[in-house]
């Protein structure tokens, strides 16, 4: 059976699940490994197991995955929880925003890591290329 080239039923479907999509660790480490996908000389798919950028997209995930970073009523929570486990009375709103900014920054910089390992520059400046000027747009649109 022929497929109507005007059906566009895929595409409605990848549009109403996108986030859903995005949310979802597989699907982004599928993504990931088709962005580093290579032939070898006689065009067969080289097949990409592990790659820096894949551990660093899970370094990554993990450094996001406990923090709290965009509920600070939660992280402050937490931050009074470790220090009651490790047997110190009390917290300061100092000590927690300085504990708190340690963490935003290591996963800045683990976020930057999965960028610079997974070569996004290069992707930003295609699409960059693709969409700063007239005859860009109008390349990406042919």
């Known amino acids: 059976m022929a497929q109507n080239m005007n059906d566009v039923t895929g595409i409605e479907k990848v549009q109403k699940n996108f986030l859903t999509y995005v949310a979802n660790v597989d699907f982004l480490k599928g993504v990931l490994t088709a962005m580093q996908a290579q032939r070898d000389e006689n065009g067969v798919l080289i097949k990409v197991d592990s790659s820096a950028c894949l551990k660093e997209f899970d370094s990554f995930t993990l450094s996001l995955a406990d923090k709290n970073l965009g509920d600070s009523a939660t992280a402050k929570k937490a931050y009074e929880k470790k220090r009651k486990d490790k047997g110190q009375q009390g917290t300061t ?28 520059d290069y992707y930003m400046q295609s699409i960059g290329n693709s969409v700063q000027n007239p005859s860009g747009i109008a390349n990406l649109a042919v």
């Open 93 to 120: 709103n100092m000590g927690f925003w300085i504990s708190f900014y340690g963490e935003y920054q290591s996963s800045l910089i683990s976020g930057f890591n999965f960028y610079n390992e997974c070569q996004f």
